[in-house]
Nanobody, 114 residues
Framework: QVQLVESGGDLVQPGGSLRLSCAAS????????MAWFRQAPGRPREFIGT???????DYELSVKGRFTMSRDNAKNTLYLQMDSLKPEDTAVYYC????????WGQGTQVTVSS
């Protein structure tokens, strides 16, 4: 059974940091280009960055220089290190393949507020 389980979200002050995790199971994680997405209240889900199967990342301009993606293929886990967080980063964060083709997980809530 294919499953994506995101975790690590929290309430954090502007300028703070968080590290999100995405535990994947039920598919050959190591051969897929993976990605992070987010959905803010009242807005559509948006793509924020991708990482190739061998670990090369690429980011949308809105997060470039602040967010860092990584992966551990031995643990079937995707990571998102988020630094210099802004209120506009508040959203539910999800992982999926670069072209989303897997069932979405429940996401993890990130709230940036003072």
């Amino acid at each position: 059974q294919v499953q994506l389980v995101e975790s690590g979200g929290d309430l954090v002050q502007p300028g703070g940091s968080l590290r999100l995790s995405c535990a994947a199971s039920g598919f050959a994680f190591e051969i897929y280009n993976m990605a992070w997405f987010r959905q803010a209240p009242g807005r559509p889900r948006e793509f924020i960055g991708t990482i190739t199967a061998v670990g090369d990342p690429d980011y949308e301009l809105s997060v470039k220089g602040r967010f860092t993606m990584s992966r551990d293929n031995a643990k079937n886990t995707l990571y998102l290190q988020m630094d210099s967080l802004k209120p506009e980063d508040t959203a539910v964060y999800y992982c999926n393949t670069r072209v989303p083709e897997l069932p979405w997980g429940q996401g993890t809530q990130v709230t940036v507020s003072s």
